[in-house]
């Protein structure tokens, strides 16, 4: 049984750790507000994009770009995971990690055992992860999120652009955490390239519009600018799915740390209780013996 000391020593503890996990969550409380921001209000430039292709693209075959073009054949994937630099964020990072496995051993398992998927991972967590076991990593991107700008977004997407334009690889997949809400991420898995605008329905493809100088120029001049955002879109919502994991996972935590407190502050009290009546059995046992 422990101690009063013991007892103690581990009270002081938790309620230290408690202090830290409480002061955590009101960091991640914070952080969430301004990167729910930016992630909200980078869709509608992102969807609006996509609604630009979709429509483009029923006016030029899509050969005249060859990001636009799939391939016959597909023999090599490219897979980009988005994870975090940090962890002390529940199942954010196993999860979504859980989830690159399952596409390459599941999705592309023929074409993993033939090492014909590559990875490309934006964080220090999966970084790590896939390097340790030996994954073949074209570009790995620790730390990025420490300090999250367009730039780190957009070298990754050229870095996906060049492999496929060379045809190194014939698809690109995106896997990362999109924000839905504070208890609720949703894992995602889109196809980045070759690029199949969503979105165009037929209200988009019949609208008659002017274009000037013609499609295939604007689409030219659209598709990097669709790349480069939908990556930066990617990455924004990743980092707010993050914000909203470790606020729920530091709560939790201090929840289960005021728990702890109740219950070994009912054990001292019966510790002490039972120090107590043993000290007063004792002192009446030595008066009994007295008396004789």
């Not at 309620?15 to 002061?23: E, G, I, L």
């Not at 630009?52 to 029923?58: K, V």
């Not at 839905?180 to 329905?201: C, F, H, M, W, Y």
């Not at 914000?243 to 201090?254: I, N």
């Amino acid at each position: 049984m422990p101690t009063l000391k013991d007892i103690r020593i581990r009270l002081k503890g938790i309620k230290s750790t408690q202090q830290v996990t409480k002061a955590m969550k009101m960091v991640a409380a914070a952080k969430l507000r301004r990167a729910q921001d930016r992630a909200i209000q980078a869709r509608p430039y992102a969807g609006k994009l996509k609604e630009m292709l979709a429509s483009l693209s029923t006016k030029v075959d899509t050969s005249v770009n060859p990001l636009l073009s799939p391939r016959e054949e597909v023999n090599n994937v490219l897979v980009i995971l988005v994870t975090s630099d940090r962890g002390l964020c529940g199942g954010f990072n196993a999860n979504i990690i859980k989830m690159a496995q399952r596409v390459i051993h599941e999705d592309y398992a023929a074409l993993h055992a033939k090492g014909g998927v590559t990875m490309i991972c934006a964080g220090t967590k999966g970084t790590e992860f896939f390097r340790k076991r030996g994954y073949k990593l074209a570009a790995a991107y620790p730390g990025v999120f420490q300090n999250l700008s367009f730039d780190s977004a957009r070298e990754i997407a050229d870095k996906a652009s060049k492999m496929y334009l060379s045809g190194e690889v014939d698809r690109v997949v995106l896997v990362y955490n999109e924000f839905k809400s504070v208890l609720a991420p949703n894992l995602r898995t889109e196809q980045l390239l070759p690029i199949t605008p969503e979105g165009g329905d037929a209200k988009t493809a019949s609208s008659e519009y002017l274009y000037e100088p013609s499609p295939a120029a604007i689409i030219d001049e659209l598709v990097p600018k669709h790349l480069n955002t939908q990556l930066w879109r990617v990455m924004l919502e990743s980092n707010a799915a993050e914000q909203a994991a470790r606020m729920a996972a530091m709560d939790s935590a201090t929840e289960n740390a005021k728990e702890l407190i109740r219950v070994l502050n009912i054990s001292y009290n019966r510790a002490r209780q039972a120090a107590i009546t043993k000290e007063l059995s004792e002192i009446v046992a030595g008066a009994d013996a007295l008396k004789q």
